[in-house]
C-alpha cells in the first residue's frame, strides 16, 4: 500500500510538469498520453483503496476497501467474542458438575445430566433387585422378600384359602344330605336336620304332656291326635267336685279343658256388714267378681271380713280365682252406704 501511494505520487508529479517530459526530449506525444493514461489509472485505484483513516463500511452504499477491511477486521473481533462467550457458556471440561443453582456451564450441566443418569441406573438397579426374578422361591414371611418372592407368597396363601373353602364346603355339606345318624361323620346341614328331629320329637311329647295334664285347650294336638282323644291319664287325680270327689281322668269328658255348659252371674249389693257373694260348697270350676261402684269393696272368705282384714278390690276392677280353684264361700263389705259387685262363676 505505501509503493502504489509512492507511485500515484511520481506520477501526479509527472503530470503536472509536462514542460519537463518534453524537455527531456526521451518521450513522445504518445509516450506523454500512455503516461498520463497510467496516472489516471493509479489514481482511481487509490480511491478504490481508499485511506488507512477510512472508518470501518457500515454495509450500505460505497466502501473503499480500507473501510471494508476495518469492517471485515470488527465482525472478526465480534466472532472473537461470541466465540469467547461461548467458550465461557460451555465451561472447562475440568469444572464440576452444575449443583442446581446459580449459573452453570454446558460442561458442568451436562456432568449433572451425567450424575443423574447414573442415580436413575441405580435406582433402576435397585429395583429390579427389590422385584426379583421369576425363578425365586416364595417368601417365607420373614426377613428380605423380593416382589416376585412376595406375589408367589400370595397366590400359596389364596391357594391355601381356596382348600379351606373347599373343605368348609364339605363340612357344611349339601342341603339334600340326611339327617345325622348320631355315629360316624356327619355334615353342618345333616347335624342341623338331627337337630330339627330331636326339636320336633321334643314338642310332640310337650303336646303330649299337656293332654294328660288335662292342660290342653280345645283344639291342642299331640303328634297327629286332637286332645278330645287323649284318653291315657295314668293315676292323675284332679278334685274338681266341691264335695272333694276325685273325677277319674280316665273320662275326660267331666274335665277336659275345664269344658262347661252351665254358669250362674249375678248383681250383689254389699252394705257395711258381710254380704254372702258365692256359697260354699260349689261346683264352679271359674269364679270372678268385678267392683262396679266408685268406691272400694274389701272382700274375705267368711262372715268375719271387715274393711280393716278384707282384700280391696278397687272401683271398677275385677278379680278372678285362679288354680287351685277355692269354692268356699266369698263375702265382701264396705265402709259406708252400699257398692254394686258383680259375681259371676260356672
Same mark, same amino acid.
Given at each position: ?131 426379583? *426374578?421369576? @425363578?425365586?422361591? =416364595? /417368601? %417365607?414371611?420373614? &426377613? +428380605?422378600?423380593? !416382589?416376585? #418372592?412376595?406375589?408367589?407368597? $400370595? ?18 355339606? *349339601?342341603? @339334600?344330605?340326611? =339327617? /345325622? %345318624?348320631?355315629? &360316624? +361323620?356327619?355334615? !353342618?346341614? #345333616?347335624?342341623?336336620?338331627? $337337630? ?25 294336638? %299331640? ?124
Amino acid at each position: 500500500m505505501r509503493i502504489l501511494a509512492s507511485a500515484a505520487a511520481v506520477v501526479a508529479m509527472l503530470m503536472a510538469a509536462p514542460a519537463f517530459a518534453q524537455s527531456a526530449g526521451g518521450m513522445t506525444p504518445g509516450q506523454d498520453a500512455a503516461v498520463r493514461a497510467t496516472a489516471a489509472g493509479i489514481g482511481t485505484l487509490s480511491t478504490a483503496q481508499g485511506a488507512k483513516s477510512d472508518p470501518a463500511w457500515n454495509g450500505a452504499g460505497d466502501g473503499s476497501e480500507i473501510a471494508i477491511l476495518k469492517a471485515q477486521v470488527a465482525k472478526q473481533d465480534a466472532q472473537i467474542s461470541a466465540l469467547t462467550n461461548l467458550a465461557t457458556a460451555q465451561g472447562a471440561k475440568s469444572e464440576a458438575a452444575w449443583s442446581g443453582a446459580g449459573d452453570g456451564s454446558e460442561i458442568s450441566i451436562l456432568k449433572a445430566q451425567v450424575a443423574k443418569q447414573d442415580a436413575q441406573i441405580s435406582a433402576l438397579s435397585n429395583l429390579a433387585t427389590a422385584h426379583g *426374578s421369576k @425363578s425365586e422361591a =416364595a /417368601w %417365607s414371611g420373614a &426377613g +428380605d422378600g423380593s !416382589g416376585i #418372592a412376595i406375589l408367589k407368597a $400370595q397366590v400359596a396363601k389364596q391357594d391355601a384359602q381356596i382348600t379351606a373353602l373347599s373343605n368348609l364346603a364339605a363340612a357344611q355339606g *349339601s342341603k @339334600s344330605e340326611a =339327617a /345325622w %345318624s348320631g355315629a &360316624g +361323620d356327619g355334615s !353342618g346341614i #345333616a347335624i342341623l336336620k338331627a $337337630q330339627v328331629a330331636r326339636l320336633d320329637a321334643q314338642i310332640s311329647g310337650l303336646n303330649n304332656l299337656l293332654c294328660r295334664s288335662a292342660l290342653a285347650p280345645p283344639g291342642q294336638t %299331640s303328634g297327629t291326635s286332637n286332645s278330645s282323644s287323649c284318653t291315657s291319664w295314668g293315676a292323675l287325680r284332679v278334685a274338681l267336685t266341691a264335695g272333694g270327689a276325685d273325677l277319674d281322668p280316665a273320662t275326660p269328658s267331666a274335665v277336659r279343658g275345664y269344658q262347661v255348659s252351665t254358669g250362674t252371674y249375678a248383681a250383689v249389693s254389699v252394705g257395711t256388714t258381710a254380704t254372702q257373694v258365692f256359697t260354699s260348697p260349689s261346683s264352679q270350676v271359674f269364679r270372678r267378681i268385678c267392683n262396679n261402684s266408685a268406691v272400694v269393696i274389701f272382700w274375705g272368705l267368711d262372715l268375719n271380713v271387715t274393711t280393716s282384714n278384707g282384700l280391696p278390690l278397687a272401683a271398677n276392677t275385677c278379680f278372678t280365682f285362679d288354680l287351685p280353684m277355692w269354692t268356699g264361700t266369698v263375702y265382701a263389705v264396705v265402709a259406708t252406704g252400699t257398692a254394686d259387685l258383680r259375681a259371676m262363676g260356672f
